[in-house]
């Protein structure tokens, strides 16, 4: 995927397995740049941007998948949240066996449900037919994480179910660097690196460090970029 400003030199190559660190040292220039991907607003943007794959352009909502503050991960977007129900419906759907066994556990507890009501003179039935999406969001079904944990396990775990949901579009993390050593670093790359993902990181500050899966293009005080 490449991305492309209209005031850049060079475009951006997100390539998959490899984070790309786009680090601005001129802080305006920066608040632009985060600005106008975060907002995904491409060409309207106010540092204006297209996205390519191939020949083919792609619409910046479509993407990215933002985190924009790293200590709150979005775990409850769309692409994760949204995609578990699905997903587990698919699988769930796939396996005769399984699709067998929920619906024989249903109607045990719908008989249970029957016993409850011999005592009462009305009529009651369900309204909706059993449904394992309808089941998992009833009861809260979500990524099981401890926010006490260390914020780079945390950010594995999130990589790994980035992986899970199958999620095509590129990670775009801002200042992530900040929360990060330079071994935790190296680690969330190789997590990266085995998931395959893409990943763009927008960074103010200046890393001296080198890292082997990492791909970086420099934006001095001056604009000049390297």
Known sequence: MRICF???????ELRWARPFVLEVHNRALFARVCDSLVSCYGEDACEAYSIWDGEREVRPRSAFLVVPDALNLPWESKDLGGRLYSLLQERQLEDEAIRGLFDSRFRELRGLVSQLLVQLEGDYRFGLEWDLQRFLKAFGFTVDFDQGAAFIDRLILFLDCCADMQVNKALLFVNLKTFLTEKEVARFYERVFFHELRVLML????????????????????????
């Open 6 to 12: 209209d005031g850049f030199e060079n475009p951006i």
């Open 203 to 226: 960074e103010n500050d200046a890393d001296m460090n080198s890292y082997a899966l990492e791909d970086k293009m420099v934006v001095d005080q001056h604009f000049l970029e390297s």
